[in-house]
């Protein structure tokens, strides 16, 4: 596993590293956003969204649990806060597709066991208010 640390000072900060991640990306990663409210998973979320070509608003869907949007690459953004128990992920389908070019984007990802090679984005709100990020993949 490697990891890399980021700190940001502004929400602009944190979509600029999700946009930067995000065009990376190649489709059939699940990423795995952890870390309290407020911590910058959903502007980290809207990075990624914008490099991937999304033209919707990204928000957290945290009443409907799951959005999915198109760009350059499908675009699944799952909110897990509200998630209780196994049974409600298998009703919205949490990372049942077979599209192969999908990126998943899970927010709330450590209430799940990690998927096998997922990447796991730790947010966290230091004491200056800036946002410490640290990206770890296999």
Do not use: N
């Given at each position: 596993?490697?990891?890399?640390r980021?700190?940001?000072?502004?929400?602009?900060e944190?979509?600029?590293?999700?946009?930067?991640?995000?065009s990376?990306?190649?489709?059939?990663?699940i990423?795995?956003?952890?870390?309290?409210l407020?911590?910058?998973?959903?502007?980290?979320?809207?990075?990624?969204?914008?490099?991937?070509?999304v033209?919707?608003?990204?928000?957290?869907?945290?009443?409907i649990?799951?959005a999915?949007y198109?760009?350059?690459?499908?675009?699944?953004?799952?909110?897990?806060?509200?998630?209780?128990?196994?049974?409600?992920?298998?009703?919205?389908?949490?990372?049942?597709s077979?599209?192969?070019?999908?990126?998943?984007?899970?927010?709330?990802g450590d209430?799940?066991?990690?998927?096998?090679?997922?990447?796991?984005?730790?947010?966290?709100?230091?004491?200056?208010g800036?946002?410490?990020?640290?990206?770890?993949?296999?």
């Amino acid at each position: 596993m490697t990891s890399a640390r980021f700190k940001t000072a502004s929400a602009a900060e944190t979509r600029a590293l999700g946009a930067q991640f995000g065009s990376g990306l190649v489709g059939g990663e699940i990423v795995l956003l952890c870390g309290d409210l407020g911590a910058g998973k959903t502007q980290f979320a809207k990075g990624v969204a914008a490099a991937l070509g999304v033209a919707a608003e990204i928000a957290s869907p945290t009443f409907i649990l799951s959005a999915r949007y198109e760009g350059r690459l499908p675009l699944v953004h799952y909110d897990l806060y509200r998630v209780r128990s196994a049974v409600e992920l298998r009703e919205i389908g949490f990372l049942e597709s077979d599209d192969p070019s999908e990126v998943a984007l899970v927010e709330w990802g450590d209430r799940v066991p990690t998927p096998a090679g997922a990447v796991r984005i730790v947010f966290s709100v230091e004491p200056d208010g800036s946002r410490g990020i640290v990206i770890e993949a296999p």
